[in-house]
Structures are given as structure tokens and as C-alpha cells.
């Protein structure tokens, strides 16, 4: 009785900081939603549909094979862009962090490619290549390689000195070096860069597919504007949405898994 | 003195010089300025094998960078410095598995366990993976850190991370050992025991050692040898120990280096 009642306590007690940590999560989107469908209350559904509206097109598009595969286009090029961007930029970054030189050549380029809008890599995509994958993986690469780039070398540049000279007496090979030194070592911020990134791809590769793309999540948007349908608009959108938190959560559980090395301060920041 | 002063001669006789200083300075640019820092001042000094040899001097003296240069990872301004025969800095390869090394500070890989920390040297060398647990397993139940295997650096205390450095350093069974001041940052009755426990391993194994220390005390208790540095690095003293010097003589000894360093 009495050896039982404290593990009853601790097993409600945890079902109580699930609900509320629910709870937590939900509140402001509950606001959210509650806003909307009283503005749906008093305006067209062209303008605020219901959010039930919203709820059943995003069910369509799960089902229905023909729009899901838009879906998939979208995410394959948001994939593919932040992959070959990561691989080009992780490489830049290296050598700028041997280099003095190339840092002081590639870092003006770089940070001058930074300004320049998403839309005008669409253009100049049109105007230099044909094929339309081909034109989205350039943009989607040229817009998220910057990031890429100081990202990493930011983490290269950061790496302790104290361990690498360590590492460095024992005579490494350049590949053992990497493995058991610089990977290690610089992963925690990879997997930041890729979290970061993901949302600006998410956002930049919508305006990609308008090169000409005939299908994926943005040339969807394109059609339900000029349908007036703000319903379908907001489904297609949410897709995007959901996505980027799908793997933004994935990648937070590999963090969890991965680097559960580190300490952790029982008082937080 | 004499007695001890033969027996040495003895020794050295038949050991050949492992680690040399021909003239070796090194100078460092300060940050901003042109001016030109010399932080060793035209060092001669000969390391004899199985040696353990204290190099003592006040903080700040040019100990790490002496130390750096036999390690391969400071190139001298001047001069030159030999080991085993080899450059360390141009030749720095050649060392893999010939020189192992003891920090300051433990400089453990964080997201490593304490046998993968110990166990890295030995990757370096292409050893097998089952063969290397197995000596890293050696090295750290030797050092007393049985149990603690599997336990990130994060887990364990001061003074068993600076064990953990001391087996990865063994573990290679490298000739050469350098310290730089590897206990310097522990309590003195941990730094107590390990220096002892360290001075141990050092001679059953054979090593040649150069342990750096700011610490007369710690130079008396783990040197053969004592080499005492002025600020720029340059010797001022350099006395040999008889292993089991009555308290009478290191008094002696003791006396002579506060004199020397102005203590
Ligand atoms: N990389 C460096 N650049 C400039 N000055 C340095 C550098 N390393 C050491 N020094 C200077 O050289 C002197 C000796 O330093 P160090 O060898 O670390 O001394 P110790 O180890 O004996 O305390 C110090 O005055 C220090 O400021
Ligand atoms: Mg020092």
C-alpha cells in the first residue's frame, strides 16, 4: 500500500506534465485557429474559409496520389538544393579555413550573393538554362550556399585549439584527422545549419517553381490564385509547413541521440 | 655528491642522446606591433634516453614553448632541435607512435568515452579495434579507472580525466613522454598520488620523459634530473638526483634552485 501509492503519484504526475506540455504547444495555435474561423464568421469564403474547408482539401491532397506526388516533387527539390549546397559549401568552407587567401577571395563573393533576391536567381535561371529541374536545383543552390558556407566555417573556426593540437601530436592522417577530430566536432553546427536552412529552402523553392515548373507545392499555389481558392492556397501551404517541421523534428531527435555526450546544466539559460 | 655524480656518469655513458637543443630560440611577433618577443634565448640542452628529466622555471619563462618545439607543433626561430635523430617539425610524420604527450589540461575528446579516449592514439596507428580496447582497458585499470569505461568526460572529476589523459598517453607506448605541467591544475593530494604513480610507469616502462613544472616540490619528487630555466628560456641550473637522495641533499638541491631563481 504504502510502496504503491508513490508510483501511482509519479506515474499521474507524469501524465499531467504531458497534458500541460500538450497544452503549452496548442495554446497559441488554438488562437490562432479561433481568430480565423470568427473572422470566417463574418467574411467570404474567398477571402477567410473555414478552417473544416482547409482541413478536408489537406485530406484530398494526402489521398489523391496525382496532388500528393506535387508534394513530393517540392520536398525531393528542397532535398536535393540543401544537399548539393551543403556539399559545395562544406568543401568552400574548408578551404577557406586552410587558406587565408581563398577565404579572402571566396568571403566578398559569397556575402555579395547573399543579397541578392531569390527572384532574380529565377530569372537569370530562365534566361541561362533549359531544363526546368536543372533551373530549380540552381537556384535552390545558389540561394542556400552562403548560408551553407559561413555556417560551417564558423564551426571549423570555432573548433577548439586545445583539441586539435592534441589530436594534431599524434600524427593523424588527413582522413583520420577528419574522422576523429574536425566531423565530430563540427556536427552539432551542421545539424543547426540544416535546420535553419530548411525553413529558408521551404520558402525559396515556392518562387523556384515558378520557372516554369508544371507541377510541386508552388505551381499548386499559382493555380489556386488565379482560381481565387483560399482554401486550397492555405492547404497547399500547410503541406510546406508540415513538412519542415516533420524533419526540423527529426533532426532534433538525431541531436538527442547523437550528442547526449554533452553535459547538461540542470538550470537552464 | 661525487657518489651520485659517478653513478650518472655511468648511466649516461651508455645511453645516447635522445632529445637535443643546438642553439634554439624562438622569437614570437607581437600582435599589432612589429616588435619581436624572444621567448627562448639560444637554449643548449642534451636529453639522454630513459631520462625523466624536470624542466622547472617561474611562469611565463618559455616552458610550452620549449615544450611545443620537441612536441613538432612550434618551429625554432633559430637553431635546431633533434629528436631521436629527427626534426619534429619538418618531420613531423615520422614521430606517429614515437612521442606521446600529457597536457596541462586533460583535452579528453568530449564526445568520446574514457576507453575511446585512450583508445586514440592506437587509431592513429591502424591498430585493430578489439586490440586497441584492449590496451586502452589495460591503461586505464592500471590508472585506477576501472568501471569508468564507458563514461564521458563530462562524468568524471578532474583528477581522473587527467588519469584518462595519462593512460591515452601510455596507451601508444610510445619512448618519448612529454608533460607540460600535467598536474598543476589538481589538488595536491590528488597530484600527490599521480605524480608518484606517473614517475612509476614512467621507469618501469623505459620511457625518456621531459616533464615540465612550475613546482620546485614536483621537480624534486619526479625528476632524475633537474634543468632550471630564466626567463627567456635558458638554463641557469642543471643538476642530476640520486634516486633515493636523503632529505639532507635534496635540501641541498632545494636551496640552490630558490637561489637560482631568486626565490
Ligand atoms: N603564440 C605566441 N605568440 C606570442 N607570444 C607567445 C606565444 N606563445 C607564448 N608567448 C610568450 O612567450 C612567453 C613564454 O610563454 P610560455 O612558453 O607559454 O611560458 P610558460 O609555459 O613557461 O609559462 C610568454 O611571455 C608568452 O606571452
Ligand atoms: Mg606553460
Known sequence: MNSRAPAAQTSSFAVLSVLTGAARIAAPFAVLIALWQIAAQFFPPYLFPSLVDVFWRCIEIFTHWSQFANVLATVWRILAGLAGAFVIGALLAVLMARSLAVDRFLSPILAFFQGIPALSWVVFAIIWFHGIEFRIFFIMVLTTLPAFTFQVLGALRAMSKDLTEMVMSFRPTRFKLFSTMIVPAILPDIFTAWKVNLGNASRVVVVAELVGATGGVGYELLQQQQLFDMAGALAWTLQLVFFVLLVQNAITLLETMLFSYRAVSERTL | ?263
Open chain 2, 1 to 263: 655528491m661525487t657518489a651520485a655524480a659517478d653513478h650518472f656518469v655511468r648511466d649516461d655513458a651508455a645511453a645516447p642522446v635522445e632529445i637535443r637543443f643546438d642553439h634554439v630560440s624562438k622569437t614570437f611577433g607581437r600582435h599589432g606591433t612589429g616588435d619581436l618577443f624572444r621567448a627562448v634565448d639560444d637554449l643548449n640542452l642534451e636529453i639522454r634516453s630513459g631520462e625523466l628529466v624536470a624542466i622547472l622555471g617561474k611562469t611565463g619563462c618559455g616552458k610550452s614553448t620549449m615544450f611545443n618545439m620537441i612536441a613538432g607543433l612550434l618551429e625554432p626561430s633559430e637553431g635546431r632541435v633533434m629528436v631521436s635523430g629527427h626534426d619534429p617539425f619538418s618531420q613531423f610524420d615520422w614521430f606517429r607512435g614515437k612521442i606521446a604527450i600529457v597536457f596541462q589540461n586533460d583535452r579528453l575528446l568530449p564526445w568520446r568515452t574514457a576507453i575511446q579516449n585512450v583508445a586514440l592514439g592506437l587509431e592513429m596507428l591502424g591498430i585493430s579495434k578489439a586490440e586497441r580496447f584492449a590496451t586502452a582497458q589495460h591503461w586505464l585499470t592500471k590508472l585506477g579507472l576501472g568501471g569508468h569505461e564507458n563514461d564521458y568526460p563530462h562524468a568524471l572529476s578532474g583528477g581522473m580525466r587527467q588519469r584518462v589523459s595519462i593512460a591515452r598517453a601510455f596507451a601508444t607506448n610510445a619512448n618519448i613522454l612529454l608533460c607540460d605541467e600535467p598536474f598543476s591544475a589538481l589538488d595536491e593530494m590528488t597530484a600527490n598520488r599521480l605524480r608518484e604513480e606517473f614517475a612509476r610507469l614512467v621507469r618501469e616502462n623505459g620511457k625518456t620523459a621531459v616533464f615540465i613544472t612550475h613546482s620546485i616540490n614536483e621537480a624534486l619528487q619526479i625528476g632524475d634530473r633537474i634543468v632550471v630555466l630564466l626567463r627567456p628560456a635558458k638554463i641557469a641550473y642543471d643538476v642530476k638526483l640520486e634516486r633515493d637522495a636523503s632529505a639532507a641533499a635534496n635540501d641541498e638541491v632545494r636551496a640552490r634552485i630558490r637561489q637560482v631563481l631568486a626565490v
